[in-house]
């Protein structure tokens, strides 16, 4: 079997876990990694074992020994290092937004379209197993057919700066959390249905000091089968990350709840150590998550994302998905803004 050889471009919160997600993942060894900063990119690779850390990023794109390269940097980083990519003819896996909106994600697509290469958009939240199962069983028809979708994905806010900077990222909590939500909604009710229109309320409710954008949202999407979309979307929740979706159909309902209906709890009085991504605290009573980077689906993207490149397979999430939830995202800002229903085309 042909060992796929990677480097992962980002040194932050998301790289860790996609370093966690490989960990799992036969076939492949990260053989460099990247970070604008050298002491970051040293420390990453002696916490993970990567033989070749660098922040010269050219001289790592124009190597020809790399059969896939991940993108795990900060969102206003993701256009010019995946134009420079595809210039090179390499194949790409973004993390999620894909770009800061449609118009920059749109130019990721051609040009990862135009160089010919693999290129998959690295949303967790459809490759997550117990979404995935719930999904099958959406497609074995155990719910009739789907009329709502309700998902929720909210902690107490990012944990880096760039996050709060809109300029950098693109929007808020929005634009952070929504990718999931709406990856969801797609996901269960099939990507055939399109979504048609979007209605969005947002506003900064706690950090004002801290970020332009909006804390907290809500985001509503119209499918073409009349279906409904329901996003639920904070920065301001406490107790680390909660990630909930309901599929209700015509002849039945499923939920899948990550965070919050954990099969271990404890009590400390003197802080138990690390709970949870995004936990506030580790006293008194705690929900704990094993497996966390299994549970959010980072390993299941991983695997298949290298055995998309092992085997010349299109990814089943591409930045072709990625630029529809971008889409998606900014006619629900067209909304937020108008208080309107805001069609997508």
Known sequence: MKNVRIALLGSGFVADFYMQGLANVAGQTVVANYSREREKAASFAARWNIAEPTADLDPLIERNDIDLFIIALPNDAHLPVSLALAKAGRNQVCTKPLGRNAAEAKLMLDAAEASGKLHGYAETEVFAPCVVKAQEMVASGGIGRVLWVRSRESHSGPHSAHFWDVERTGGGAMNDLGCHCIAAARYFFGKQDRIEKVMAWGARLVHHEKTAGEDNAMLLLQFASGGLGHCELSWTTKGGLDLRNEVHGTEGSVFTDVTRGTPLSGFSTRGSGYIVAKADTDLGWTRPLPEEAFAY?????????????????????????????????????????????VSVD
Not at 311 to 329: K, S
């Open 297 to 341: 689906g980072y390993q299941a993207e991983m695997r298949h994302f290298v055995e998309c490149v092992r085997d010349g397979v299109t990814p089943r999430e591409t930045y072709q998905d990625g630029y529809i939830v971008n889409r998606i995202l900014d006619a629900g800002y067209e909304s937020m803004r108008s208080g309107q229903w």
